[in-house]
């Protein structure tokens, strides 16, 4: 069956670090991915995406790597900052072209950064 | 311009009741998706709306159900509560092509 998992419950890092957030899939058929950011009392935020026929996607201090040969994402935030202490997840939907009408989430990951 | 609105923000029920919850997406964003989210199960679809029609619907039981207007404003409606039904409800919109979704802040269902 289709899964979206994260490798790690919890990320620590220092203000101004590089963080990398990696996210494994399991559905080969997937073909667009995304990150969102969810911070306490707020609903998940975009981040970036990207589909599958790209394999790196940079936006403003965030890049998504896409590894469609082992089904890996990773985010990474460059120079991270107190406000990117947040939980963070990444889905996947597996509806191949045309609407992405249903998202599959992982279980999302916290990120907290130390001062 | 304005996201999405969820209403109530909070809410309280007991077992047995049912609850209907609100979304208004953003301006011209024809597609809705509802979410539950759980500590322990995570971020859950539960179905998609685009143009009023169900596009798409989860795993869940049939007490849940939803509908869209013709304005794509959608409310979904969960019958016969259980307390496994405490829980974040997200509504997201999404212009209905291959976009990412806009989500909104939730409504905080908690069922006594």
């Known amino acids: 069956g289709e899964s979206v998992g994260l490798h790690l419950p919890t990320l620590s890092v220092q203000e101004g670090d590089n963080s990398i957030i990696n996210c494994a899939y399991s559905?080969?058929?997937?073909?667009?991915f995304i990150w969102y950011k969810q911070e306490s009392g707020k609903g998940p935020q975009f981040i970036i995406d990207i589909r599958s026929n790209m394999d790196k996607r940079q936006g403003q201090r965030v890049t998504v790597l896409l590894n469609k040969t082992v089904k890996h994402l990773s985010l990474q935030i460059a120079a991270t900052q107190p406000g990117d202490s947040a939980v963070y997840f990444c889905a996947e939907n597996g509806q191949g072209t045309g609407a992405n009408s249903k998202l599959t989430f992982g279980k999302g990951i916290t990120l907290s950064v130390r001062p | 311009k304005a996201g999405v609105t969820q209403t109530p923000r909070y809410l309280i029920k007991t077992r047995g009741q049912q609850v209907t919850l609100s979304c208004s997406p953003i301006?011209?964003?024809?597609?809705v998706s509802w979410y539950q989210q759980t500590p322990g199960q995570g971020l859950q679809f539960l179905f998609e709306?685009?143009?009023?029609?169900?596009?798409n619907k989860g795993n869940f039981p049939g007490r849940f159900s939803g509908r869209q207007f013709s304005n794509s404003r959608s409310e979904m409606n969960v019958s016969t509560l259980e307390l496994g039904d405490s829980a974040l409800y997200l509504c997201a919109s999404s212009p209905g092509t291959t976009h990412g979704y806009t989500f909104g802040s939730g409504t905080r269902l908690t069922v006594v």
């Open positions: 559905n080969s058929a997937s073909d667009y």
């Open positions: 301006s011209g964003h024809r597609s």
């Open positions: 709306y685009f143009s009023e029609t169900q596009r």
